[in-house]
């Protein structure tokens, strides 16, 4: 029997979120800059896994160690036309589903993390927010904080 390594096969970064806003502690980000769509990347549509990177510009004062910003979004076209209800808005996350998480240090910095997220399920689009769930306002210092979601899949070389 013949070994065939398996590899990861990624396509190209969408950028998601684009805040010049600041972010309150506990609250969730505004509008998305745009919708991740998983249908249409040329390497690998219909991506099961994607990688989420984020760039947290600057504190109102350094974070706790260990508190997160929770990735979350709402799903786009879930049946072919209808999308699910209820974006998050202030402290409630509304319809929204969970997608992951960033550690954030005690660094009253830029700081940039990337995480892997599912995309089971995803059949068309999501629209991203962001929760911080820091004690710490997420500021906008000139800098916007940013999220890029990259997809990739699975796959064998032949």
Request: glycine share 8%.
């Given at each position: 029997m013949?070994?065939?390594?398996?590899?990861?096969?990624f396509g190209t970064a969408q950028t998601v979120i684009n805040s010049s806003s600041n972010i309150a502690a506990?609250?969730?980000s505004g509008?998305?800059?745009?919708?991740?769509?998983?249908?249409?990347?040329?390497?690998?549509p219909y991506a099961t896994h994607a990688q989420a990177m984020i760039e947290m510009p600057d504190w109102a004062a350094a974070p706790v160690a260990g508190t997160l910003i929770e990735l979350w979004g709402v799903l786009l076209n879930t049946d072919g036309t209808d999308d699910d209800t209820d974006a998050p808005s202030g402290t409630s996350q509304g319809g929204a589903k969970q997608f992951g998480a960033?550690?954030?240090?005690?660094?009253?910095?830029?700081?940039?993390r990337t995480i892997t997220i599912s995309?089971?399920?995803?059949?068309?689009?999501?629209?991203?927010?962001?929760?911080?769930?820091t004690a710490q306002q997420l500021t906008n210092t000139?800098?916007?904080c940013v999220v890029k979601v990259t997809?990739?899949?699975?796959?064998?070389?032949a």
């Open positions: 013949a070994n065939v390594p398996t590899r990861q096969f506990g609250n969730f509008a998305p800059a745009a919708s991740f769509d998983n249908t249409t990347d040329a390497a690998v960033w550690w954030v240090s005690a660094v009253d910095a830029l700081q940039r995309l089971e399920g995803v059949n068309s689009q999501v629209d991203f927010y962001i929760k911080n769930g000139g800098v916007a997809p990739f899949c699975y796959g064998v070389v």
